[in-house]
């Protein structure tokens, strides 16, 4: 087999983090390998400096035995090397076809020609037996359709390496199993492939070569056969991780959130939750699992009083409340982790006393009146940064100096440290460590069993499994069952999350 | 080639603008046959009082489709015409003046983009510092007594300028005019059907998708900007050079504003903003005209105020449905990790 | 250090702004020492040329935190100019209309009146951002333009002083003059007093920190319970306020009527100021008063030293250059020296 790729002692660092270390590894054609690695260990890092969008510090990159300029994007396409990218890549106001040809235009004179453009595309998606509609506008795509855009535009150009980053964050276990076969053959094709994941059972699934990352630094390659999850976590992680979260039995009481007949709509005015009926007791965990953009974010505004209800209701602890009240809900005893913490949950240039006050700014003991009250806002940040394990060199630094795990602590000590009957947690653990994980899954346990109710929304299926007591599953903006853990089965709430009937 | 010119014929025809088409020609015929003497002065007019403003806001169109929000279009204006008259009027030669206006246009553009680009300054601070360095170099190097040995004349297309209406009001014009409207379709075609616009438009919306199919972000804003800041260079020579043929401090009096009002007005669209200026240059000669005949009185003030009116009882009641580019006024920064 | 450090950026602009002022001067064949000697003995050490200077500073130091309030709440005020000269006019009318009130009363009327004026001109840019999601930049550029022509309309029509063959409204009547102190303008002890009121503000209060919460993140500041939009027209409102009140300072303390020309530019010297003081309240002060000499005294140098006084302009611009644009910080390679970014697209709101 013919090295297509291959990377030598690649090092790459911002500020003082080292996010690549001496870095090697190679890609043949035909051959699919996987780069495992929990968050922060340096995998998206490593491929951006391969596809040319980051400049390595040192190390060299050669694709078919050249060697490569660093930084320079155009020439890695131009050698073969297409990507998929987590975040899509596309102009959300133009068509499918625009968003393919970008960058490699075909052309009658010099204008472009619409006319060969959508003949390619109509060609490539025939080839490859992915379906799209040329003339469709990408905002108006659903996501899975989206990543098949951003798939044929990687393949537009006679590619052969082909990057994936996360590719099935977004998609159903089903979508996942087709994009498995697409993967596949491409490689039958010839096609080199990276994959990158943090997901061990589509490592096992799928790759020929698997190369592990931690702390940016290359601590393993091995093969499926050699390897086993179990062994691939440890290998991963760099000690003996407990899979299961262990918690004890649920001890359920009254309903403490109550979600009755509730519409809202998106921010493109669509509806996006269609009649969503539910009920969190106090004491108990309730899962939303879904593939992500199946109104659970609407939902989850919707009842934290961010979002106008279209329809419907929302009672915590008995009582109604207002939509567009955040404040009156979280009043009522509501508190709220938000999904996005850069966006909702955090002010960066803020110190973290102030965020961990962020929503009780006005309220005693923080504020008298009209006027902040600083020294109850120190020693409630001493407090916390103690009690919650906050690694910062000072309650008075800025939030924007923190990690990511760290930062998630500080939103959720500021949620679990006052009287609260409802906890909407979305995406808790998202975008961080393995430690800062086991340690908010423990958070959320602990509050479950000091008689909170727990509205847990979350995209990784195992976290909604190992955490809830019960499970409902969300898809095209309803709830399509509501199950009890103990049935809790992977097919089977795939299927229901797909909308397939079970 | 032909097919596409016809293709993009045919869509600038739909039925609705087909019919305001048909309405704006019956409006001039009848106003024609009742007056043509004042007819051909306003709509002549139009064209002058539109064109610099049109020229102006295709100067923010430019950058604000490759993700640049200028408003210092009104200190490139001011610094063009200051350079253009002043020059020409040392050498006595227009072209001179012409040349300095474009490179100090260009130059104010450059200025523009090292702060916005590559700098990443805030884009509206950027702005206001070109239009305040403006308006510092131009009233401190300003001298009285200077003057141009003459303006450019006005060139009569053969054949052309004798239609009736028509040849009066667009082929008997200065020479910056033919290429001020030339550019403005020119454009158009290319931001819509160009490879060139298809990247631009891109790097307008979502440069990182521009970024990742290897295009150079960096180099296509720089381009755009300081051929932008070119552009207004000529808009600023036109109005000291053909229009006016003097200066004075402050001579581009809010004109430059009066542009992002257009662009936002024309929808970022050239066409469009041709059409806004046009409009608007022709409420300005409409009313001076009606003074003229002692018809009615306006206040000067109240037409001057027009298209920020419209602009903003446009923008209040279209709120959602009038999107800029969507990534103007963000700096672009590769994402890091 | 820590204070060095934080104005060492703004006392470098000075100093770079003032030496190339000086290198201009000298290619014009004028004495740089001469012109700057006599600029600042003028302003700053003669009891006329204090009093010039302090009377210049005061509209331009409200004005200034007029920026300020915005800068610090999110909002990019280039909207300070329109919302000034509708201050000016609205007490210049008061001052001259309203008769047969004691002075105790009609100042503050008159004041008050300005304010209000100011604070409409705010309040349409604020709502139309709140409501329907239009950017302020675009609103208070269009408004500045707006005010600007209704207020030549009303000065030079409904307005006008009879008899006058310039645009301009009546003179005020004495008992809406306000006098001075000790020779200092009464009017520049109430800009120190409100610019430690916002100091203040923004240092203790819960309003201060909504403000300053939606500026920095409008999202963290809903999900906070913030109501976004209230408070971004409440910040507009008081922008507009404050830059009304100094117009009609303005109008009541140094011109004593409304004549469009006479405040061209106080709002976007405000701006400059705001900058300079890196949006700190306290700061607006001193830069107002620098300012203030500079603009006073700026025409004796053309007597003095043959300087024509635009060179203040350009000296000004240059000032706000190396303040904002990031090259100081970068060559002295200072780390938390981040530029101002407060705005965003129009596209965006």
Request: proline share 4%.
């Given at each position: 087999?013919a090295?297509?790729?291959?990377?030598?002692?690649?090092?790459?660092?911002?500020?003082?983090?080292?996010?690549?270390?001496?870095?090697?590894?190679?890609?043949?054609?035909?051959?699919?390998?996987?780069?495992?690695?929990?968050?922060?260990?340096?995998?998206?890092?490593?491929?951006?400096s391969?596809?040319?969008l980051?400049?390595?510090?040192?190390g060299?990159?050669?694709?078919?035995?050249?060697?490569?300029?660093?930084?320079?994007?155009?020439?890695?396409?131009?050698?073969?090397?297409?990507?998929?990218?987590?975040?899509?890549?596309?102009?959300?106001?133009?068509?499918?076809?625009?968003?393919?040809?970008?960058?490699?235009?075909?052309?009658?004179?010099?204008?472009?020609?619409?006319?060969?453009?959508?003949?390619?595309?109509?060609?490539?998606?025939?080839?490859?037996?992915?379906?799209?509609?040329?003339?469709?506008?990408?905002?108006?795509?659903?996501?899975?359709?989206?990543?098949?855009?951003?798939?044929?535009?990687?393949?537009?150009?006679?590619?052969?390496?082909?990057?994936?980053?996360?590719?099935?964050?977004?998609?159903?276990?089903?979508?996942?199993?087709?994009?498995?076969?697409?993967?596949?053959?491409?490689?039958?094709?010839?096609?080199?492939?990276?994959?990158?994941?943090?997901?061990?059972?589509?490592?096992?699934?799928?790759?020929?070569?698997?190369?592990?990352?931690?702390?940016?630094?290359?601590?393993?390659?091995?093969?499926?056969?050699q390897?086993?999850?179990?062994?691939?976590?440890?290998?991963?992680?760099?000690?003996?991780v407990?899979?299961?979260?262990?918690?004890?039995?649920?001890?359920?009481?009254?309903?403490?959130?109550?979600?009755?007949?509730?519409?809202?709509?998106?921010?493109?005015?669509?509806?996006?939750?269609?009649?969503?009926?539910?009920?969190?007791?106090?004491?108990?965990?309730?899962?939303?699992?879904?593939?992500?953009?199946?109104g659970?974010?609407?939902?989850?505004?919707?009842?934290?009083?961010?979002?106008?209800?279209?329809?419907?209701?929302?009672?915590?602890?008995?009582?109604?409340?207002?939509?567009?009240?955040?404040?009156?809900?979280?009043?009522?005893?509501?508190?709220?982790?938000?999904?996005?913490?850069?966006?909702?949950?955090?002010?960066?240039?803020?110190?973290?006393?102030?965020?961990?006050?962020?929503?009780?700014?006005?309220?005693?003991?923080?504020?008298?009146?009209?006027?902040?009250?600083?020294?109850?806002?120190?020693?409630?940040?001493?407090?916390?940064?103690?009690?919650?394990?906050?690694?910062?060199?000072?309650?008075?630094?800025?939030?924007?100096?923190?990690?990511?795990?760290?930062?998630?602590?500080?939103?959720?000590?500021?949620?679990?440290?006052?009287?609260?009957?409802?906890?909407?947690?979305?995406?808790?653990?998202?975008?961080?460590?393995?430690?800062?994980?086991?340690?908010?899954?423990?958070?959320?346990?602990?509050?479950?069993?000091?008689?909170?109710?727990?509205?847990?929304?979350?995209?990784?299926?195992?976290?909604?499994?190992?955490?809830?007591?019960?499970?409902?599953?969300?898809?095209?903006?309803?709830?399509?069952?509501?199950?009890?853990?103990?049935?809790?089965?992977?097919d089977?709430?795939?299927?229901?999350?797909?909308?397939?009937?079970? | 080639?032909?097919?596409?010119?016809?293709?993009?014929?045919?869509?600038?025809?739909?039925?609705?603008?087909?019919?305001?088409?048909?309405?704006?020609?019956?409006?001039?015929?009848?106003?024609?046959?009742?007056?043509?003497?004042?007819?051909?002065?306003?709509?002549a007019?139009?064209?002058?009082?539109?064109?610099?403003?049109?020229?102006?806001?295709?100067?923010?169109?430019?950058?604000e489709?490759?993700?640049?929000?200028?408003?210092?279009?009104?200190?490139?204006?001011?610094?063009?015409?200051?350079?253009?008259?002043?020059?020409?009027?040392?050498?006595?030669?227009?072209?001179?003046?012409?040349i300095?206006?474009?490179?100090?246009?260009?130059?104010?553009?450059?200025?523009?983009?090292?702060?916005?680009?590559?700098?990443?300054?805030?884009?509206?601070?950027?702005?206001?510092?070109?239009?305040?360095?403006?308006?510092?170099?131009?009233?401190?190097?300003?001298?009285q007594?200077?003057?141009?040995?003459?303006?450019?004349?006005?060139?009569?297309?053969?054949?052309?300028?004798?239609?009736?209406?028509?040849?009066?009001?667009?082929?008997?014009?200065?020479?910056?005019?033919?290429?001020?409207l030339?550019?403005?379709?020119?454009?158009?075609?290319?931001?819509?059907?160009?490879?060139?616009?298809?990247?631009?438009?891109?790097?307008?919306?979502?440069?990182?998708?521009?970024?990742?199919?290897?295009?150079?972000?960096?180099?296509?804003?720089?381009?755009?900007?300081?051929?932008?800041?070119?552009?207004?260079?000529?808009?600023?020579?036109?109005?000291?050079?053909?229009?006016?043929?003097?200066?004075?401090?402050?001579?581009?009096?809010?004109?430059?504003?009066?542009?992002?009002?257009?662009?936002?007005?024309?929808?970022?669209?050239?066409?469009?903003?041709?059409?806004?200026?046009?409009?608007?240059?022709?409420?300005?000669a409409?009313a001076?005209?009606?003074?003229?005949?002692?018809?009615?009185?306006?206040?000067?003030p109240?037409?001057?105020?027009?298209?920020?009116?419209?602009?903003?009882?446009?923008?209040?009641?279209?709120?959602?449905?009038?999107?800029?580019?969507?990534?103007?006024?963000?700096?672009?920064?590769r994402?890091?990790a | 250090?820590?204070?060095?450090?934080?104005?060492?950026?703004?006392?470098?602009?000075?100093?770079?702004?003032?030496?190339?002022?000086?290198?201009?001067m000298?290619?014009?064949?004028?004495?740089?020492?001469?012109?700057?000697?006599?600029?600042?003995?003028?302003?700053?050490?003669?009891?006329?040329?204090?009093?010039k200077?302090?009377?210049k500073?005061?509209?331009?130091?409200?004005?200034?935190?007029?920026?300020?309030?915005?800068?610090?709440?999110?909002?990019f005020?280039?909207?300070?100019?329109?919302?000034?000269?509708?201050?000016?006019?609205?007490?210049?009318?008061?001052?001259?209309?309203?008769?047969?009130?004691?002075?105790?009363?009609?100042?503050?009327?008159?004041?008050?009146?300005?304010?209000?004026?100011?604070?409409?001109?705010?309040?349409?840019?604020?709502?139309?951002?709140?409501?329907?999601?239009?950017?302020?930049?675009?609103?208070?550029?269009?408004?500045?333009?707006?005010?600007?022509?209704?207020?030549?309309?009303?000065?030079?029509?409904?307005?006008?002083?009879?008899?006058?063959?310039?645009?301009?409204?009546?003179?005020v009547?004495?008992?809406?003059?306000?006098?001075?102190?000790?020779?200092?303008?009464?009017?520049?002890?109430?800009?120190?007093?409100?610019?430690?009121?916002?100091?203040?503000i923004?240092?203790?209060?819960?309003?201060?920190?909504?403000?300053?919460?939606?500026?920095?993140?409008?999202?963290?500041?809903?999900?906070?319970?913030?109501?976004?939009?209230?408070?971004?027209?409440?910040?507009?409102?008081?922008?507009?306020?404050?830059?009304?009140?100094?117009g009609?300072?303005?109008?009541?303390?140094?011109?004593?009527?409304?004549?469009?020309?006479?405040?061209?530019?106080?709002?976007?010297?405000?701006?400059?100021?705001?900058?300079?003081?890196?949006?700190?309240?306290l700061?607006?002060?001193?830069?107002?008063?620098?300012?203030?000499?500079?603009?006073?005294?700026?025409?004796?140098?053309?007597?003095?030293?043959?300087?024509?006084?635009?060179?203040?302009?350009?000296?000004?611009?240059?000032?706000l250059?190396?303040?904002?644009?990031?090259?100081?910080?970068?060559?002295?390679?200072?780390?938390?020296?981040?530029?101002?970014?407060?705005?965003?697209?129009?596209?965006?709101?």
């Amino acid at each position: 087999m013919a090295t297509l790729l291959q990377v030598k002692n690649l090092t790459k660092s911002f500020g003082s983090v080292i996010a690549n270390n001496n870095i090697s590894f190679e890609v043949n054609a035909g051959e699919i390998v996987a780069l495992l690695g929990e968050n922060g260990a340096g995998k998206s890092t490593l491929v951006k400096s391969v596809f040319g969008l980051l400049r390595p510090d040192q190390g060299e990159i050669y694709i078919d035995g050249k060697q490569m300029a660093p930084g320079d994007t155009a020439a890695v396409i131009a050698s073969g090397v297409g990507m998929v990218h987590q975040h899509f890549q596309l102009v959300p106001v133009m068509s499918v076809t625009e968003n393919i040809i970008l960058g490699d235009e075909p052309k009658d004179g010099i204008f472009i020609s619409i006319k060969k453009a959508e003949k390619k595309v109509r060609a490539l998606s025939e080839k490859f037996g992915l379906a799209v509609d040329p003339t469709a506008n990408i905002e108006d795509l659903p996501v899975g359709m989206q990543q098949r855009v951003e798939i044929l535009k990687a393949l537009s150009k006679d590619v052969r390496l082909l990057i994936f980053d996360e590719p099935t964050a977004v998609l159903t276990p089903q979508e996942t199993d087709e994009l498995i076969l697409v993967i596949k053959n491409l490689a039958q094709l010839g096609v080199g492939v990276i994959v990158i994941t943090h997901k061990l059972r589509e490592v096992m699934a799928l790759a020929d070569r698997v190369v592990v990352l931690r702390d940016g630094k290359v601590v393993g390659t091995t093969t499926p056969k050699q390897s086993d999850e179990a062994g691939l976590a440890q290998m991963m992680v760099g000690r003996n991780v407990v899979l299961e979260v262990s918690k004890g039995a649920a001890n359920p009481g009254q309903p403490v959130l109550s979600v009755k007949g509730l519409e809202v709509f998106d921010d493109r005015k669509l509806l996006a939750v269609k009649g969503v009926d539910l009920q969190v007791r106090s004491g108990e965990i309730l899962g939303i699992a879904g593939v992500e953009g199946n109104g659970q974010r609407e939902l989850v505004e919707a009842i934290c009083g961010m979002r106008v209800r279209a329809k419907g209701e929302v009672l915590v602890g008995g009582m109604g409340t207002k939509d567009m009240h955040p404040h009156a809900v979280h009043e009522a005893g509501l508190s709220h982790i938000p999904e996005d913490r850069e966006k909702h949950g955090l002010v960066s240039s803020y110190s973290i006393a102030d965020n961990l006050i962020l929503n009780r700014f006005d309220q005693q003991p923080f504020a008298r009146g009209w006027f902040r009250n600083m020294s109850a806002i120190k020693k409630n940040a001493d407090l916390l940064v103690k009690k919650f394990d906050i690694r910062t060199t000072s309650p008075a630094a800025l939030a924007s100096a923190l990690s990511g795990g760290n930062k998630q602590k500080v939103v959720i000590a500021r949620e679990l440290s006052q009287d609260l009957q409802v906890l909407v947690a979305a995406q808790p653990t998202r975008g961080v460590d393995v430690g800062s994980i086991e340690f908010i899954h423990k958070q959320l346990i602990a509050a479950r069993d000091g008689g909170a109710g727990v509205l847990l929304v979350s995209a990784e299926l195992d976290e909604i499994i190992s955490l809830s007591d019960r499970i409902a599953v969300m898809s095209g903006g309803i709830i399509v069952a509501t199950i009890d853990n103990k049935n809790a089965d992977r097919d089977y709430l795939g299927r229901l999350m797909a909308g397939l009937s079970a | 080639m032909v097919g596409v010119v016809t293709k993009m014929t045919k869509s600038v025809m739909r039925s609705k603008k087909t019919i305001y088409l048909y309405l704006v020609i019956l409006a001039i015929a009848i106003a024609y046959t009742i007056n043509s003497v004042s007819t051909v002065a306003v709509a002549a007019s139009s064209i002058t009082f539109g064109l610099p403003l049109a020229m102006a806001a295709m100067v923010g169109i430019m950058c604000e489709r490759t993700g640049v929000v200028n408003i210092g279009i009104e200190g490139t204006l001011l610094t063009s015409s200051f350079f253009g008259f002043f020059v020409a009027a040392l050498s006595q030669n227009l072209i001179w003046g012409l040349i300095a206006a474009i490179a100090s246009g260009a130059a104010t553009g450059l200025l523009l983009a090292l702060l916005t680009v590559s700098w990443k300054m805030d884009q509206i601070i950027a702005g206001t510092i070109v239009n305040i360095l403006a308006t510092g170099l131009t009233s401190f190097f300003y001298k009285q007594g200077y003057s141009l040995p003459a303006i450019f004349p006005r060139w009569s297309i053969p054949g052309l300028a004798e239609i009736p209406f028509l040849g009066r009001v667009l082929f008997q014009s200065g020479p910056i005019t033919y290429f001020g409207l030339i550019f403005i379709l020119v454009l158009y075609f290319a931001i819509y059907h160009t490879p060139w616009g298809l990247r631009t438009r891109a790097i307008g919306e979502h440069p990182s998708s521009a970024d990742t199919s290897g295009i150079s972000v960096l180099r296509i804003k720089y381009t755009n900007v300081v051929i932008a800041g070119a552009f207004g260079g000529l808009t600023g020579a036109y109005l000291t050079l053909e229009l006016v043929g003097s200066f004075d401090r402050g001579f581009s009096a809010g004109k430059g504003f009066t542009a992002l009002a257009i662009m936002i007005f024309g929808r970022w669209n050239p066409i469009g903003a041709l059409l806004a200026a046009v409009f608007f240059g022709f409420a300005q000669a409409l009313a001076n005209q009606l003074m003229i005949d002692g018809l009615v009185n306006i206040p000067g003030p109240f037409i001057n105020m027009l298209p920020y009116v419209l602009t903003i009882v446009v923008l209040a009641f279209s709120a959602g449905k009038v999107r800029g580019p969507a990534a103007a006024g963000q700096p672009y920064e590769r994402e890091k990790a | 250090m820590r204070f060095i450090r934080a104005w060492i950026t703004p006392l470098i602009a000075l100093f770079i702004a003032f030496a190339i002022g000086a290198i201009l001067m000298i290619t014009q064949g004028s004495d740089p020492v001469k012109a700057y000697q006599s600029l600042f003995t003028t302003a700053f050490s003669t009891q006329e040329g204090l009093a010039k200077t302090f009377g210049k500073a005061t509209p331009l130091a409200i004005s200034g935190l007029a920026v300020v309030i915005g800068l610090r709440a999110g909002l990019f005020n280039i909207g300070a100019q329109g919302q000034l000269i509708s201050g000016a006019l609205a007490a210049a009318w008061a001052g001259y209309a309203i008769t047969g009130l004691p002075m105790i009363a009609h100042v503050p009327l008159c004041l008050l009146i300005g304010g209000f004026f100011g604070s409409i001109v705010g309040y349409i840019a604020g709502a139309l951002k709140a409501y329907r999601g239009i950017h302020e930049v675009i609103t208070t550029i269009m408004l500045n333009s707006i005010v600007l022509q209704l207020a030549e309309y009303l000065s030079n029509g409904p307005l006008k002083e009879e008899g006058s063959i310039i645009a301009r409204t009546p003179e005020v009547l004495d008992t809406a003059k306000i006098g001075s102190v000790a020779g200092l303008p009464i009017g520049f002890f109430l800009s120190g007093l409100l610019a430690l009121g916002v100091w203040w503000i923004f240092k203790k209060t819960t309003t201060g920190f909504r403000f300053e919460t939606v500026g920095k993140n409008k999202n963290a500041a809903w999900y906070a319970g913030i109501a976004v939009k209230r408070n971004t027209v409440f910040a507009m409102v008081a922008c507009g306020a404050l830059a009304g009140f100094g117009g009609a300072v303005e109008t009541l303390g140094v011109v004593g009527k409304f004549e469009p020309a006479f405040n061209q530019g106080l709002g976007f010297d405000g701006i400059t100021i705001a900058l300079l003081a890196r949006a700190n309240p306290l700061a607006v002060i001193p830069g107002a008063i620098l300012f203030g000499g500079m603009r006073g005294a700026g025409p004796t140098m053309q007597f003095s030293a043959g300087v024509s006084p635009e060179i203040i302009d350009l000296i000004l611009a240059i000032v706000l250059f190396f303040v904002t644009a990031p090259i100081i910080s970068r060559i002295l390679k200072l780390k938390n020296d981040t530029t101002t970014q407060v705005t965003s697209g129009w596209g965006s709101n």
